[in-house]
């Protein structure tokens, strides 16, 4: 359950994100569903006002409010602390994790509504649809060595048994967490010298059902 109690008036940051958060409830995956979220939840890794984030996505705060109040609704962001400037109160919020897992089940295909479906289907194509945008502005802009030299890109396609499949996805499972501490180290240094870097990743299986 969503804790709506608002801070008091303070500078004091008192919520700090966990590692990870798995995604469990339909009205999560729905609130995602549209591709704008997605880029608030990244945007709200730090925290950050909606005026601030909308500075940054070069978009008009009236456009994601909200978008914002739906992410703190169903528990993926949360209103940290506020302070009061030149007469305004500014609420700032912070998303609950650095990264962000869907729980297996809900993909088991027994979903009561397709709708729902739908919003899972969403999900999944504003997270490459995003990437694809990226990675496209980036050889727009830049020499194409910038992907091939500091980059990865690759897409395979493997047929091993279930052991081995366990044991990657552990070694998958390990290079997310080391971003993601990365990440929490970072937070707070100096900006000069940072890059920022994308890593998207899909490993699911090709087999519809039992093997």
Do not use: W
Request: aromatic content about 6%.
């Amino acid at each position: 359950m969503v804790d709506r109690r608002q801070p008091e008036d303070t500078d004091e940051v008192r919520f700090e994100p966990a590692e990870s958060y798995t995604i469990t409830e339909l009205e999560q995956v729905k609130a995602l569903s549209e591709p704008l979220r997605l880029r608030l939840i990244e945007c709200f890794c730090e925290e950050r006002t909606t005026k601030q984030v909308a500075d940054l996505l070069e978009e008009k705060p009236t456009r994601l409010y909200h978008h914002v109040d739906a992410l703190e609704r169903v528990g993926l962001i949360r209103q940290v602390r506020t302070r009061r400037n030149r007469g305004t109160l500014e609420k700032y919020y912070l998303a609950v994790a650095r990264l962000f897992k869907v729980d297996e089940r809900l993909f088991a295909g027994d979903l009561p509504e397709s709708g729902e479906e739908e919003s899972l289907e969403q999900v999944v194509t504003s997270i490459f649809d995003n990437t694809a945008r990226e990675m496209k502005d980036l050889l727009r802009v830049a020499d194409r060595t910038a992907l091939e030299d500091e980059g990865v890109l690759s897409c395979l396609a493997i047929e091993t048994d279930q052991k081995e499949i366990e044991r990657l996805r552990k070694r998958i499972e390990k290079v997310v967490k080391d971003f993601c501490k990365s990440a929490a180290e970072s937070k707070g240094k100096a900006k000069a010298g940072m890059r920022r870097y994308r890593l998207t990743l899909a490993f699911f299986p090709l087999d519809h059902g039992e093997p």
